[in-house]
T-cell receptor
Framework: DVKVTQSSRYLVKRTGEKVFLECVQDMDHENMFWYRQDPGLGLRLIYFSYDVKMKEKGDIPEGYSVSREKKERFSLILESASTNQTSMYLC???????????FGAGTRLSVL | GESVGLHLPTLSVQEGDNSIINCAYSNSASDYFIWYKQESGKGPQFIIDIRSNMDKRQGQRVTVLLNKTVKHLSLQIAATQPGDSAVYFCAEVSGGSYIPTFGRGTSLIVHP
């Protein structure tokens, strides 16, 4: 079974803090993704990576950055958290040219 | 522009009924479609997929129908069970990309 693990289920941070969300997959997938999920808006792509040290902007990259130093790990960084970044964050991975994504359980981030 | 709503479309059914969840997709160039199920507190999970050269595909208790003429996708769940209660997302992939675009989801509620 593919396993995508997000390091935290719930996080509470203060405005202006630097926040790291970590994601690890165990299936040697080339592609990894970060989404945020908000009520009524579905899944919106923040960043993705198709290889180690490679990253591409998604639809809503502003206020975020990412890091992929190892194939299995993809980190989402909020340089200075703001209240409008309160959301559910989902990490996913997929194989090479594969379309099917495997998701982690999500991290619910609250920025106060 | 896109309308933003806070509430998902909801389908309520009785246990044992058949459920039909609909999805209108936007890009006539999309050639691959996926359905995901997201249970409360979990990440989306792949259910079934279909390529644009097909109009029907069956899985275990689920069937996906594709009507390219009207850009419509549906997911049929036979003999719906309480465990089927979840949010269901359709996703489309356009030629040349391996990144799906997700719909906003439909909430399925199954009453025992």
């Amino acid at each position: 079974d593919v396993k995508v693990t997000q390091s935290s289920r719930y996080l509470v941070k203060r405005t202006g803090e630097k926040v790291f969300l970590e994601c690890v997959q165990d299936m040697d997938h080339e592609n990894m993704f970060w989404y945020r999920q908000d009520p009524g808006l579905g899944l919106r792509l923040i960043y993705f990576s198709y290889d180690v040290k490679m990253k591409e902007k998604g639809d809503i990259p502003e206020g975020y950055s990412v890091s992929r130093e190892k194939k299995e790990r993809f980190s989402l960084i909020l340089e200075s958290a703001s209240t409008n970044q309160t959301s559910m964050y989902l990490c996913a991975s997929s194989i090479g040219q594969g379309f099917i994504q495997y998701f982690g359980a999500g991290t619910r981030l609250s920025v106060l | 522009g896109e309308s933003v709503g806070l509430h998902l479309p909801t389908l309520s059914v009785q246990e044992g009924d058949n459920s039909i969840i609909n999805c209108a997709y936007s890009n006539s160039a999309s050639d691959y479609f996926i359905w995901y199920k997201q249970e409360s507190g979990k990440g989306p999970q792949f259910i079934i997929d279909i390529r644009s050269n097909m109009d029907k595909r069956q899985g275990q208790r689920v069937t996906v129908l594709l009507n390219k003429t009207v850009k419509h996708l549906s997911l049929q769940i036979a003999a719906t069970q309480p465990g089927d209660s979840a949010v269901y997302f359709c996703a489309e992939v356009s030629g040349g990309s391996y990144i799906p675009t997700f719909g906003r989801g439909t909430s399925l509620i199954v009453h025992p």
